[in-house]
């Protein structure tokens, strides 16, 4: 056997299908042959085969026969639909577009209208109705947090020093941004299906704190409603599209693998196997997202001696470790990988929400190695595979194996 006579198998993550799969396959190639021509590329790719799919055609699931966004008018259903999509990422966009709208009309920024309103905001405690409705909602007691974290933002304070007639429609966008606020507040302290409130009891509290800031004036936002229409179209059209061709996609194989692989999974790691069992020592597994937990449930499984290296790629092996949903494995604080399983290489990125790390998960067994893809998730998951601080890792790794 030749120093570098390694042999490299690809295993693919969630979701994945051809031609995906042979793409990602040749940036893995191009980039480990660039240091070494010597190694020899085997697929595992079980996407095709194994992979999940609507077996009755999407018959499950609710289809919308609306027009796409861009066809029809804007409905007002539709346009507070998206609005509040946008609220729940940054409660304050309606503040900032107001404060753009004021500059355009020339606002004389001496006259001070908004100082009465701030005022007002900071002083705002709400009535017992209001705060029978916040409690309702499942968001009063994170109100007053809400109102602290609002009146301190930049943005905030730029939309009150810059504020022109009429001030209804400030005292709405206010409203919105404690809800949206508070609402986000719900989320993060107790998780994503916390939040208790509807539309329309939503729309009765922003209707209530706007008019205990000072009531609003008829038309109002129409002039936001005009500035933002855009956007929020582009948001129904991109999620008409989802729904109508995205199925697929979405259900039958990104989350149809994962929910699969945990209810047959041994077919997925039979086929793994089988892949690596004709090859020869010394074999490199590199296995993406669901593909490293397969790969991982396998090596603890049963013994593979052709493997003298693992690669997870935006890995969730620890996290299910350690939440003790890890096939291979039952968590115990005091457990370790067997001496039998390889080197473990665990690549991921901070900005890949379905990374985790393993050191401290399974101390002596497992090297991690930070990358950063300066994307945002989703797009940070896939973004590994251009990316040569992964294949300097990789190669550094494979180097000191061979070197002993």
């Known amino acids: 056997m030749r120093q570098w006579d390694w042999n490299l198998v690809f295993i693919h993550g969630t979701g994945v299908r051809e031609p995906a ?66 609220l729940y990422q940054d409660p304050l966009i309606e503040l900032q577009i107001l404060t753009i709208s004021s500059e355009d009309k020339g606002a004389v920024f001496g006259e001070k209208l908004g100082e009465d309103l701030d005022n007002r905001v900071r002083a705002l405690n709400p009535s017992s109705n209001l705060q029978e409705m916040l409690d309702q909602a499942g968001i009063g007691e994170f109100f007053s947090q809400s109102q602290s974290i609002i009146v301190n933002e930049s ?88 729904r109508r061709s995205g199925f697929s996609e979405q259900y039958s194989g990104t989350l149809g693998d994962i929910l699969m692989y945990q209810a047959r999974g041994q077919k997925l790691r039979d086929f793994v196997r089988t892949t690596v069992e004709r090859l020869e020592y010394p074999t490199v597994l590199i296995a993406h997202s669901l593909g490293g937990i397969i790969a991982v449930d396998l090596l603890l499984e049963q013994q593979l001696p052709q493997v003298a290296l693992l690669v997870t790629i935006g890995s ?38 379905l990374s985790y790390v393993g050191e401290k998960i399974f101390p002596g067994k497992i090297e991690d190695v930070e990358i950063d893809s300066k994307q945002p998730f989703p797009e940070s998951h896939g973004a590994y595979w251009n990316n040569d601080k992964v294949w300097d890792a990789v190669w550094q790794k494979m180097e000191k194996i061979v070197n002993g």
Request: proline share 3%; aromatic share 8%; with cysteine.
């Open 21 to 86: 799969y042979s793409k990602t396959f040749s940036i893995i190639i191009r980039k480990l042959k660039e240091r070494n021509e010597n190694l020899r590329f085997h697929k595992c790719y079980w996407g095709g085969l194994l992979g999940t799919t609507l077996n009755a055609g999407g018959l499950s699931i609710p289809v919308s026969d609306q027009k796409k966004a861009s066809e029809t008018d804007l409905t007002d259903e539709d346009y507070v639909l998206g609005l509040w999509q946008l």
């Open 155 to 242: 943005d905030y304070q730029k939309a009150i020093e810059s504020a022109t007639e009429p001030l209804g429609e400030y005292r709405i966008a206010i409203a919105r941004a404690l809800v949206a606020q508070s609402a986000i507040l719900v989320r993060d302290n107790y998780g994503e299906f916390a939040l208790s409130v509807n539309g329309g009891l939503r729309d009765q509290i922003v209707e209530q704190i706007a008019a205990e800031l000072g009531g609003t004036e008829k038309g109002v936002l129409s002039g936001i409603k005009e500035m933002i229409s855009g956007t929020i179209r582009r948001i129904i059209n991109n999620n008409l599209q989802r």
């Open 316 to 353: 969730q092996s620890p996290i299910l470790y350690e939440l003790n949903a890890l096939v291979g494995m039952e968590y115990n604080p005091n457990a370790k990988l067997p001496d039998t399983f390889p080197d473990w290489l665990n690549i991921y990125d901070r900005n890949d929400f």
